[in-house]
Protein backbone atom coordinates (compact mmCIF):
# COMPACT_ATOMS: atom_id res chain seq x y z
CA UNK A 1 0.00 0.00 0.00
CA UNK A 2 3.05 2.48 0.64
CA UNK A 3 4.57 1.96 -2.55
CA UNK A 4 1.17 2.77 -4.08
CA UNK A 5 0.73 6.38 -1.97
CA UNK A 6 4.20 7.17 -3.33
CA UNK A 7 3.44 6.45 -6.99
CA UNK A 8 0.43 8.20 -6.37
CA UNK A 9 1.94 11.49 -4.96
CA UNK A 10 4.80 11.44 -7.47
CA UNK A 11 1.77 11.63 -9.74
CA UNK A 12 -0.06 14.21 -8.65
CA UNK A 13 3.41 16.29 -8.33
CA UNK A 14 4.07 16.17 -11.90
CA UNK A 15 0.22 17.32 -12.63
CA UNK A 16 0.75 20.18 -10.30
CA UNK A 17 3.97 21.22 -12.22
CA UNK A 18 2.32 21.35 -15.38
CA UNK A 19 3.70 19.72 -18.84
CA UNK A 20 6.35 22.17 -20.72
CA UNK A 21 6.02 22.61 -24.73
CA UNK A 22 8.41 23.46 -27.10
CA UNK A 23 8.47 24.79 -30.65
CA UNK A 24 8.33 22.15 -33.13
CA UNK A 25 11.69 20.78 -34.36
CA UNK A 26 12.45 21.86 -38.39
CA UNK A 27 11.94 18.30 -38.94
CA UNK A 28 8.36 17.91 -38.24
CA UNK A 29 7.47 21.82 -40.34
CA UNK A 30 6.01 20.53 -43.65
CA UNK A 31 5.35 22.98 -46.43
CA UNK A 32 2.05 23.50 -48.72
CA UNK A 33 1.72 25.53 -51.64
CA UNK A 34 -1.90 27.84 -52.17
CA UNK A 35 -3.36 27.75 -55.37
CA UNK A 36 -3.01 30.53 -57.36
CA UNK A 37 -0.76 32.24 -54.71
CA UNK A 38 3.44 33.40 -54.18
CA UNK A 39 5.15 31.82 -51.46
CA UNK A 40 4.53 28.63 -48.88
CA UNK A 41 2.48 28.05 -45.85
CA UNK A 42 4.31 26.23 -42.88
CA UNK A 43 2.48 23.76 -40.86
CA UNK A 44 3.46 21.80 -37.79
CA UNK A 45 1.89 19.32 -35.67
CA UNK A 46 -0.23 20.97 -32.81
CA UNK A 47 -1.92 23.70 -34.53
CA UNK A 48 1.12 25.45 -35.69
CA UNK A 49 1.46 28.09 -38.88
CA UNK A 50 2.24 30.19 -41.02
CA UNK A 51 2.30 32.14 -44.35
CA UNK A 52 4.96 33.70 -46.15
CA UNK A 53 4.60 35.25 -49.40
CA UNK A 54 7.94 35.54 -50.39
CA UNK A 55 9.05 31.80 -49.70
CA UNK A 56 10.45 29.00 -52.23
CA UNK A 57 10.25 25.78 -52.04
CA UNK A 58 14.03 25.20 -50.87
CA UNK A 59 13.94 27.01 -47.71
CA UNK A 60 12.70 24.65 -45.70
CA UNK A 61 16.20 22.64 -46.01
CA UNK A 62 18.18 25.65 -44.74
CA UNK A 63 15.76 26.34 -41.88
CA UNK A 64 17.32 26.51 -38.01
CA UNK A 65 15.59 27.67 -34.96
CA UNK A 66 16.43 31.31 -34.09
CA UNK A 67 14.07 31.78 -31.24
CA UNK A 68 9.90 31.86 -29.19
CA UNK A 69 8.11 34.50 -27.99
CA UNK A 70 5.52 34.96 -26.06
CA UNK A 71 3.06 37.13 -27.59
CA UNK A 72 -0.06 38.33 -26.01
CA UNK A 73 -2.51 35.24 -26.78
CA UNK A 74 -0.04 32.65 -28.51
CA UNK A 75 3.18 31.42 -29.10
CA UNK A 76 5.82 32.17 -31.79
CA UNK A 77 8.38 29.99 -32.59
CA UNK A 78 10.80 31.56 -35.49
CA UNK A 79 12.53 30.01 -38.14
CA UNK A 80 15.27 31.62 -40.39
CA UNK A 81 17.52 30.69 -43.44
CA UNK A 82 20.03 33.21 -43.44
CA UNK A 83 18.05 34.60 -46.62
CA UNK A 84 14.80 36.41 -47.22
CA UNK A 85 13.28 32.93 -46.45
CA UNK A 86 12.23 31.90 -43.06
CA UNK A 87 9.08 31.51 -41.12
CA UNK A 88 7.26 32.55 -37.80
CA UNK A 89 5.34 29.78 -36.87
CA UNK A 90 2.30 30.55 -34.30
CA UNK A 91 -0.06 28.52 -32.16
CA UNK A 92 -2.96 30.37 -30.31
CA UNK A 93 -2.99 30.21 -26.70
CA UNK A 94 -1.42 31.62 -23.32
CA UNK A 95 1.68 29.94 -22.48
CA UNK A 96 4.20 31.45 -19.74
CA UNK A 97 8.26 30.85 -19.76
CA UNK A 98 9.51 27.48 -18.11
CA UNK A 99 12.74 26.63 -18.95
CA UNK A 100 15.32 28.02 -21.48
CA UNK A 101 17.31 31.48 -21.70
CA UNK A 102 14.51 33.60 -21.82
CA UNK A 103 14.66 37.47 -21.58
CA UNK A 104 11.91 38.96 -20.97
CA UNK A 105 8.75 37.12 -23.18
CA UNK A 106 11.36 36.19 -25.51
CA UNK A 107 14.64 32.67 -25.96
CA UNK A 108 16.92 32.86 -27.38
CA UNK A 109 18.69 29.52 -27.86
CA UNK A 110 22.43 28.95 -26.98
CA UNK A 111 22.27 25.87 -29.76
CA UNK A 112 20.11 26.70 -32.17
CA UNK A 113 17.71 24.20 -30.75
CA UNK A 114 13.91 24.29 -29.60
CA UNK A 115 14.34 22.71 -26.71
CA UNK A 116 15.91 25.23 -25.21
CA UNK A 117 12.83 27.56 -25.01
CA UNK A 118 10.99 25.75 -23.03
CA UNK A 119 7.02 27.43 -22.10
CA UNK A 120 3.59 25.94 -20.40
Not at 30 to 46: E, H, I, M, R, S
Not at 57 to 66: G, I, T, V, Y
Not at 75 to 91: F, H, Q
Request: charged share 20%.
Amino acid sequence: MSGFMAVAGFTLALNAQGATEQCPAVAQITQTQVAGQPGLVYQAPGGWRFYNPTAVAADLERFHFSRARLWKDSVMCDYVTGSSGGARLTRPGKRSAAEGEWVGEQCFPLRQGPGECRFK
